[in-house]
């Protein structure tokens, strides 16, 4: 078994060929490293060979995690954000890769507001248009995109997507460029900038990095396999 430091390592090396590949600067890539369902003594590893931003996808998870780890790591949201767990998240997280309907983002908004907060938040898109429904279609979207953007506490940055399971990295490609294509249209159609792409995991960073990417969200390739949740729970007595 390979260490977490060599897995980084190797994330690290793979993520300056792409960039150099498809001649973008190192600088405007972020590598995410997604830590959910893996223990804070791996946060720490990674945290020592100089990696500052984790992902976590579940706030009760996060909400154990986090206080056991030095102040120094950052802590990103990539999950399905329930609206109970909006208070709780909104001041664990620097940023939430997946505000997926207008309902989510205006109770963030309310809340936010009352706790005198101003998250930055990317809009999840479901560009594949099948399969599992999260995420915004982009045509509704679209349709929603004003009253988003009017929501005063939020910070709108980007768009994020995760493309079906597929068995070749190569088949995410297409859904990158459709995400980065609709990231242009809207700062055309509505006089924004969206400068964030959330895009690619352990599988298919490097094509998303060539299509764009600035946040790549690598768990696997870093931390290695996740035990299944129902496993997890068998053997620690969790819910
Ligand atoms: C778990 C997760 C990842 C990481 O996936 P890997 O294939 O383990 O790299 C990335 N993004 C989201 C939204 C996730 O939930």
Redesign the pocket.
Known sequence: MTSIAENLESVRLQIAEAAKKSGRSLDDIELIA?S?THEAEKVRAALEVGQQTF?E?RVQEARAKIPLLPSTARWHF??RLQKNKIRHALPLFELF??IDSIGLARDMNRIADEEGLHPRVLLEVNVAGEGSKIGFAPDSLRAEMEALLGLPRLTIEGLMT?PPLAPEAGDSRKFFVALRALRDQFENEFSVQLPRLSMG???DFGIAIEEGATLV?????IFGRRTPAKLRAENTGEI
């Open positions: 997604i959910k992902g996808s990539v999950g890769h997946s995760i995991m352990s599988g969200r690598v768990g696997t390739a």
